[in-house]
């Protein structure tokens, strides 16, 4: 074998390093596992050759979902970044042979066996980049491909492609590329189970229920296959708590209204986040905690708040558990009484759509999959809204605000990690730039990583149409009633066949409110504004207690 030469090499700077390599060597060319064991080891460093086996692996991964696809990217981005410095730096810098090949049987070397210099080893650079890297944003599944970045690792010592030394550096290398990654570019972990929504709330712990009133909505959770009696929940966890069943005559906010004057000392409601809106309004209102029961469909906000089953808030309930938590108010002119809460979201234009549109296949799909999908179908058929944003008019797609930060960062985020971050986060798309309707989607299918990446380009964040700001408050305004809108044409402007704009539908937290239609009707001014700390909430307040 031809002697490969570097500025520095391994084996002569470090006698007993080099000492270590032969004890080593000696002892794999010795150790026997068997012809099945040679042939799997052997095809399976081939399969690590450029990449190939952690490439399809990135592609398997991606396909699971969110979580997956910023596993793959940041696993993939480190094998990269690794690649280049073992391959082409390392090499290059400090060189040196190979082991020999002589005493090796030959049924166990490479058929293609490597010539370029020794250390250290890219195939064990890539393995440990890859899986440290997947580990950072996945941790179960980084472990679980930890054995088989080991089996690369020793097939390159088994088939004497390498020396110790050369796999213990490309290991070291290869994870630390990925840890500094890390640091420099920090991933999208979610909030773990052991922290609470929200900061500690002193909440009266009802024992039984004893001064509990609690609404049940029977027509809520129609669409689940699987869900908990909320009446068996009550009458079992919390026997003494007052329930009433609401009917189509009753009036949800007289209820609670009343139940206040009686003297409840926490109020609870059992619904979809429509009620649950309502009865935090109440609660706000009459200065009682309240009791969400997660008895909705999609149960948005007790997701948020670490309230998945009923037992969890009657847990919360029966030993005084709270936190804190942030609402907004929602104001229309014209509109008589007092501001609406909205516990999360608020939307103009295509975001309820979209969401509706995502929701029908994210379980089939994914929720990536789904979210390209529902954006495809939606933005066709989409009328631009013409609105001023904070004093900024212009034509939008759409426009979303959550209550708290929303996650991934894109037009239809899909959750929220806390419950306290005493902001309104907003996205807009704007409609006024050439093809807006066509970068719209294509920002949409990018992802939550490619979105993040691209707005840190400043040649690319330029051409961003959709828009991402944290503000304490937000006012829109519309203008008046029967303004043309049409279709965009090819430069993103009003195409020929523009017609009157349909009434603009505002939604918030699963209810919706259409701004009068007629044309000739004045502009509508619309407020939402942040109130940090607002309601007293059972929950979880330290998940790691019992």
């Known amino acids: 074998m031809p002697r490969v030469t570097g500025i520095v090499k391994p084996h002569e700077a470090f006698p007993g390093v080099a000492r270590l390599d032969r004890a080593v060597n000696g002892w794999t060319n010795r150790r026997a596992l068997g012809s099945l064991a040679d042939a799997a080891l052997s095809r399976l460093s081939t399969a690590a050759d450029h990449s190939v086996l952690w490439a399809g692996t990135a592609l398997g991964i991606a396909a699971t979902g969110r979580l997956g696809r910023e596993a793959a990217l940041r696993g993939y981005g480190s094998l990269l970044v690794s690649s280049l410095l073992a391959n082409v730096v390392g090499k290059t810098v400090f060189g040196g042979e190979r082991p020999s090949l002589e005493p090796l049987p030959l049924w166990r070397r490479l058929a293609d066996p490597p010539t370029s210099p020794s250390f250290p080893s890219g195939h064990s650079a890539s393995a440990a980049a890859f899986v440290t890297g997947v580990a950072v944003e996945w941790p179960t599944l980084g472990l679980a491909l930890a054995p088989l ?188 009484g007092p501001p609406r809460t909205v516990l999360n979201t608020f939307s103009a234009g295509v975001y309820p759509e979209l969401v509706t549109e995502r929701e029908k296949h994210e379980h089939r799909l994914g929720k990536w999959p789904a979210a390209v999908l529902a954006a495809a179908r939606v933005l066709r058929r989409a009328h631009r809204v013409r609105m001023a944003v904070d004093g900024h008019e212009g034509e939008y797609w759409s426009l979303f605000a959550g209550v708290n930060r929303y996650y991934p960062q894109s037009l239809a985020p899909v959750e929220r990690r806390r419950l306290d971050d005493g902001v309104l986060d907003v996205r807009t798309a704007r409609a006024e730039r050439r093809a807006s309707r066509l970068r719209t989607f294509l920002e949409v299918a990018a992802g939550d990583t490619g979105t993040r990446l691209a707005r840190r380009v400043p040649g690319v964040r330029r051409h961003l149409v959709v828009d991402a700001t944290a503000v304490p408050s937000l006012e829109l305004r519309f203008p008046a009633r029967g303004a043309v809108v049409g279709p965009d044409g090819p430069d993103g402007g009003p195409s020929s066949g523009a017609a009157s704009a349909p009434p603009v539908v505002l939604a918030h937290d699963g209810e919706t409110l259409a701004l009068d239609g007629a044309a000739g009707a004045g502009p509508v001014t619309v407020r939402l504004t942040m109130r940090h700390g607002a309601v007293r909430l059972y929950a979880p307040s330290d998940p790691t207690a019992g």
Do not use: C, Q
């Open 149 to 336: 970045a080991g089996a690369v690792m020793y097939s390159r010592l088994h088939t004497g492609s390498h020396w110790f030394s050369d796999v213990a550096a490309g290991a070291a290398l290869g994870a630390g590329v990925a840890l500094v990654g890390r640091a420099l570019v920090p991933g999208g972990a979610e909030r773990g189970p052991d922290v609470p929504a929200g900061p500690p709330a002193v909440v009266p712990a009802l024992d039984d229920g004893v001064g509990l009133f609690v609404v049940v909505n029977p027509a809520a959770g129609s669409g689940r296959l699987l869900k908990e009696d909320p009446l068996v929940a009550l009458r079992e966890g919390l026997p003494r708590a007052v329930v009433h069943v609401l009917s189509e005559d009753d009036d949800l906010r007289r209820l609670y209204d009343d139940a206040a004057a009686d003297g409840a000392r926490a109020l609870g409601i059992s619904g979809g986040d429509g009620t649950v809106a309502t009865a935090a309004a109440a609660a706000r209102a009459h200065d009682l905690p309240l009791a969400v029961f997660p008895g909705g469909t999609l149960n948005h906000f007790a997701r948020a708040a670490d309230l998945t089953s009923m037992g969890a808030t009657v847990a919360a309930v029966r030993t005084g558990s709270g936190v804190t938590i942030d609402v907004a108010d929602l104001e229309v002119d014209g509109d008589d």
